[in-house]
Structure formats: C-alpha cells, structure tokens
C-alpha cells in the first residue's frame, strides 16, 4: 500500500473527474507546479495506484439502451474451470464487467443490449450456451449514479 498525502487525494480526485488534463492545469488546481505534479502522478502510476487512464463511452449514445446486471451459478463446479468460463464469457462483446464474486451466484456480468429482445438474444444463444452456465438471474439497471470513490 502507497502512502498518500493530502496533494495525492487532491491530484486523484481531480484525475477521476477528467484524466485528460495536462500536469499544469492539475498542478494550478491543486495548488502544486507542473513538474512536482508530473512527479507525483508518475509516483503514483509506478506504485499501481494509477492502473490507466480510460475512454468513458455512452452506451446509450451509441445505440446500447439497456444495462442488465446477470447473477450466474455455475452448473457443474467440478467439470468446467473457472478459467474457461471467464475465457468464454470474456469474449462476448456485450458483456462489460464480468465479476467472481462469493454468494449465491458465482459471477456477476454486466452486460449491455441494444433493447430487451437484444438483450434475450444475447442471453439465449451467448451466455446460456456458456461453458457450464447454470442459474441465471437478470436486473435490470433502472438509473445509475457515479459516487465519487474512497478518496
């Protein structure tokens, strides 16, 4: 774990609002230089506590208008490997996160579809076929919220 000072917080939270911006607009809003700011970001990426910068897309802008999160119980533990289940349903397009999880259901998938009866096609022929896919459980996302993280 990396040690993080009150210009870090500040530095981080203002990456999380737009990583775009250049080390001198960060240093002019957090009250440090551009080069000590340059310092402190590449400190941070080097501990791992910066992973990347990402593109932020619109799912719905760009024709994907529903999100459903799926619970899913693997069917049969001991034939199929967790490895080749999270092969298999990593290279589906439509799911966005595919997450091992401790519970009722072994995974939890977000996935996106142009509308519901995409988002059954997807289901029918993509993810129940999936190796060793059992209990499926679908919720639908209503509204969705971006919290500011622990920072």
Avoid: C
Wanted: aromatic residues 6%.
């Amino acid at each position: 774990m990396i040690e993080i000072d009150d210009f870090d917080r500040a530095l981080l939270r203002a990456l999380q609002r737009d990583a775009n911006q250049s080390a001198g607009a960060l240093g002019r809003e957090i009250g440090m230089s551009q080069p000590a700011t340059w310092r402190r970001i590449r400190r941070l990426q080097e501990a791992g506590a910066i992973k990347g910068r990402r593109l932020h897309l619109d799912a719905e802008a760009l024709g994907f208008g529903v999100t459903v999160f799926l619970g899913v119980k693997l069917a049969t533990k001991g034939r199929v490997s967790l490895d080749d289940f999270e092969r298999a349903v990593s290279a589906i397009p439509e799911i966005q996160k595919v997450e091992h999880v401790l519970g009722f259901y072994d995974y939890r998938l977000r996935v996106v579809a142009r509308d519901l009866s995409d988002f059954e096609r997807v289901l029918r022929r993509r993810i129940m076929t999936l190796p060793g896919a059992g209990e499926v459980e679908a919720n639908v996302l209503l509204s969705e919220e971006r919290l500011p993280g622990p920072l």
